[in-house]
């Protein structure tokens, strides 16, 4: 049984978005319209989009985290953000996973988020 390999020093623990994709302004703003209902603050402004992937033929992939793994919509959620992406025009599919690595924290909220949270 083969172990996976340990990231390197440095690497990012988050794997970078296809921000140069015609369509990721528009994922963006998919994800925008989606709340977590315990929070006032839209799910990309909090930091739960980890990484937008979108591949040549406008297949979408969103690597999204929740603020804790008992939170009560861990099961809709990624749900929610597939239906909200699949609005945007263009695109043919979407595939949205849950990861708990690196694990959520108040640091990854926007400045957005943590003036609307009052933590500023």
């Known amino acids: 049984m083969s172990q996976s390999p340990e990231p390197l020093e440095g690497a990012p623990l988050i794997a970078p978005s296809t921000t140069d994709h015609p369509l990721y302004d528009g994922v963006v703003e998919a994800c925008r319209t989606v709340y977590d209902p315990e929070i006032p603050v839209n799910i990309y402004e909090l930091g739960l989009i980890y990484t937008i992937d979108i591949s040549d033929q406008n297949e979408v992939r969103v690597a999204m985290s929740l603020t804790a793994p008992g939170c009560p919509v861990a099961g809709e ?8 992406v699949l609005t945007v ?3 043919k599919d979407v595939d ?12 990854m909220m926007s400045d957005e988020a943590r003036l609307e949270l009052g933590f500023m």
């Open 77 to 84: 959620m990624p749900g929610w953000v597939a239906d909200a």
């Open 89 to 91: 025009p263009g695109v």
């Open 96 to 107: 949205v996973q849950l990861t708990w690595e690196p694990p959520w924290g108040m640091e």
